[in-house]
């Protein structure tokens, strides 16, 4: 029977240390995307989680974006972003992934920024997430703050380690 104990723990601790952590995700507010400064003053241009990070703190790494809402069961990764001469379908706004880096853009002027010249309607143009120019209102891009969840892998390892442990301490005879 002991064995049979053992080896059901030891099973089951194989089993739930399969299992992957997953992230959290804690909502830390929003922007819109007009609320940055002026394209023709040539300002840096932000992926929406580099805006996050200038707006909350911390890195662009520590937030994920959204375009949905502040629920995070909503998440779409995704964020709203002003391009540079280009009027987009949503008041303006154009939504990209959230790391979003236009392929025209080169670092001559600032982070992502393509430089003094653009072509007037080129969706392809430098993007910000955090600029004002041609995203109106209403294109609000929402922030959370990425929040780890421990490993279980360890802490199930541990656990059935202890339990092989006093599994096998039981089955000693005992000594007076």
Not at 38 to 52: C, I, L
Not at 79 to 86: D, E, H, N, Q, R
């Amino acid at each position: 029977m002991r064995k049979l104990v053992f080896a059901g723990v030891i099973g089951a601790g194989f089993a739930l240390a399969g299992a992957s952590a997953q992230a959290g995700y804690v909502y830390v507010g929003d922007w819109e995307v007009n609320s940055g400064p002026y394209w023709g003053d040539e300002p840096s241009a932000y992926t929406g989680q580099e805006a996050a990070a200038l707006l909350f703190g911390g890195v662009a790494a520590d937030y994920a974006i959204s375009t949905n809402g502040s629920n995070p069961a909503e998440i779409n990764f995704d964020a709203w972003y002003s391009v540079l001469g280009y009027y987009g379908p949503n008041n303006g706004g154009v939504e990209f992934a959230q790391n979003y880096v236009s392929p025209d853009s080169d670092q001559c002027c600032g982070l992502y920024y393509s430089g003094g010249g653009f072509h007037l309607g080129d969706s392809t143009e430098a993007a910000s997430a955090y600029v004002w120019d041609n995203a109106g209102n209403g294109n609000v891009n929402y922030a959370f703050r990425i929040t780890g969840v421990p490993e279980p892998t360890s802490v199930v390892l541990l656990f059935t380690g202890l339990a092989g442990l006093g599994v096998a301490l039981r089955g000693r005879p005992q000594t007076s």
